[in-house]
């Protein structure tokens, strides 16, 4: 019985305590990355449409399906030890340094060039958040052969200087506010730089680039752009949300902290109470074994306890009934 409570107990400490924590890490995510990765695999599947007459070294636009209109992309196809001594100087907006290592090794590559344009919040929602610019994706695939079969991304680093991604005209933003670079990796993960010369971002690895502002260094009016708000709305825990922001993760965290310590708390107390109950219980329990020996005490309840009660006359029949043998 007691083992059990302390199992119990140990198990809503955990809850209690480490479940923020856990919050908090996943709140760093792309809430859904199953709809871009679907979309990167659609993207793919059509930009490798695009080569008609597959020429190495040239940039070909694809044409995206109707239901996807408003986002371009491109496929470039390059020997693997081109790509490794001379880059690509200028793919979009993309300037690829010398020294792209692909793994696992592939003769030749395709890198599929997306921009998501009007569609870039909805497949890279960023709460509390609002882009400045599209949605770039730079992705490489298996050259070898061109089947638009799907096919699986490579990893690809750049082992001396980052790939630089030049966003070319930004919209403004709001003075004393700071923009930064967002990058989020195929899984989702997402990770905040600084903007370099104004409009340009750093990487050392694939993925999805763009450059986004905290929402509420913008008036409410002129912030169309802004992402719906991700997580259903039902908890108190969401609502400062609205404020927007990396803030607002923080005051999540806050909140499912202090209401952790609560709740911890009650259980404390809780334990307390109950352990009080145990001991007196125990001590009962004594008094009545002591008693076996000689008399028996007769238990009677007082409010939701069991205490020893005298009898006043033992041959009261009225009475008798109200006693607990
Ligand atoms: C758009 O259409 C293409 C081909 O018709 C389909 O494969 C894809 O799943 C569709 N995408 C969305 C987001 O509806
Ligand atoms: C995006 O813009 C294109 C025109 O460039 C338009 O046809 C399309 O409906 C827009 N999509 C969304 C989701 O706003
Ligand atoms: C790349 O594609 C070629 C041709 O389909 C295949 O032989 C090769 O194994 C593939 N390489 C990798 C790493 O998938
Ligand atoms: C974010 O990027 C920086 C620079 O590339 C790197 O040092 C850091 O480890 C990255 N963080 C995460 C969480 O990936």
Redesign the pocket.
């Known amino acids: 019985m007691e083992l059990q409570f302390q199992t119990v107990a140990i198990i809503i400490l955990f809850i209690t305590f480490l479940w923020p924590i856990v919050e908090s890490q996943t709140l760093r995510n792309i809430p859904e990355i199953k709809p871009a990765r679907v979309l990167d695999a659609v993207l793919q599947d059509y930009a490798f449409r695009a080569f008609v007459t597959p020429k190495t070294g040239v940039t070909f636009d694809g044409i995206v399906p109707k239901n996807l209109t408003g986002i371009q992309i491109s496929a470039l196809r390059l020997r693997s030890g081109s790509l490794f001594t001379r880059g690509v100087p200028m793919y979009k907006e993309f300037r690829i340094p010398v020294g792209i290592i692909e793994q696992?090794?592939?003769e030749r590559l395709v890198l599929v060039y997306q921009n998501l344009g009007n569609q870039s919040a909805m497949y890279y929602p960023l709460p509390g958040y609002i882009y400045l610019a599209p949605v770039l994706g730079l992705l490489a695939y298996?050259g070898?052969?061109l089947?638009t079969k799907i096919?699986p991304e490579?990893e690809i680093e750049a082992s001396r200087e980052p790939i630089l991604i030049d966003f070319g005209s930004v919209r403004p933003a709001p003075d004393g506010s700071k923009p930064m670079c967002v990058w989020v990796d195929l899984q989702g993960q997402i990770n905040f730089t600084n903007v370099v010369s104004g409009n340009r971002c750093l990487s050392f690895k694939q993925g999805h680039f763009a450059i986004a502002v905290k929402a509420n260094s913008i008036p409410p009016s002129s912030a169309p752009l802004s992402p719906p708000l991700v997580p259903p709305a039902t908890s108190e825990a969401l609502k400062p949300d609205k404020n927007g922001g990396i803030d607002s993760s923080i005051w999540v965290f806050a909140i499912y902290a202090v209401s952790g310590c609560v709740l911890w708390c009650c259980w404390l107390a809780v334990l307390v109470l109950w352990i009080r109950l145990y001991k007196r219980r125990r001590k009962i329990h004594k008094m009545e074994q002591a008693a076996e020996g000689g008399e028996p005490l007769h238990m009677t309840m007082i409010g939701s306890m069991k205490a020893p009660a005298a009898m006043v006359t033992r041959t009261q029949p009225t009475l008798e009934t109200e006693y607990v043998p």
């Open positions: 696992p090794y592939v298996n070898s052969e089947s096919q490579l």
